[in-house]
């Protein structure tokens, strides 16, 4: 199998939380590497794969089993097994990182968007709702891609296969993040052999 790129194009303001508050500059951070620049860990994009994956699999385009050879499963009794499918962390490109640190110009990744709950029946603002999020302006992130060859399911058919469905499957994502109903996270994604 080639080693494949995932190309997370975000088209609009999205966030990924850390947990953390920022007092009063936000109530809520974007998740941040050590450089303070933003990503997409490993295992959330796997997540969006499998999802994805299985939504391909509920319309019949792949069988559930092989869903579960690539990405793992667990059992009834909690047993989890290990699936094929390896994937890093989405990032901003090599040249892309060093220009934004040795610039200093992280700080314009990032901006703080305020929401508010509406009272339905007076159509104003309910005390103490507003909240405000640090978001990640849209940009592209890669992330690598890869089977495990070592893994005891692995067969080179297995991988030819995954290769052949990808890029169709990613298709099927559209949003990733927090808050996707309040329209952040609005990706497209695409599949690179390098």
């Known amino acids: 199998m080639a080693n494949l790129q995932l190309i997370f194009n975000i088209h609009s303001d ?24 933003p990503y997409i860990p490993g295992k959330s994009c796997k997540g969006l794969l499998k999802e994805a994956f299985l939504l391909a699999s509920h319309s019949g385009w792949l069988k559930t089993s092989q869903v579960q050879q690539w990405f793992g ?24 990182r060093h220009y934004i640190l040795t610039k200093q110009a992280s700080k314009h990744l990032y901006r703080v968007l305020q929401f ?10 309910k005390p103490t709702s507003l909240r405000s999020l640090e978001v990640a302006v849209p940009m592209a992130l890669i992330a690598q891609i890869s089977l495990n060859t070592t893994h005891p399911n ?25 808050k996707r109903h309040r329209g952040l996270g609005k990706v497209t994604i695409c599949v690179k052999e390098v």
């Open 14 to 37: 999205w966030h990924i939380g850390c947990g953390k508050e920022g007092g009063a500059y936000a109530d809520a951070l974007c998740l941040k590497d050590n450089d303070g620049l």
């Open 73 to 96: 499963q667990e059992s009834k009794d909690g047993q989890t097994q290990q699936g094929i499918l390896q994937i890093s962390s989405a990032q901003l490109t090599a040249q892309e």
């Open 116 to 125: 508010t709950a509406i009272d339905a029946t007076t159509g104003t603002a």
């Open 154 to 178: 692995y067969h080179s058919q297995t991988a030819n296969e995954f290769n052949e469905l990808l890029p169709d499957i990613v298709c099927l994502i559209s949003e990733l993040g927090n």
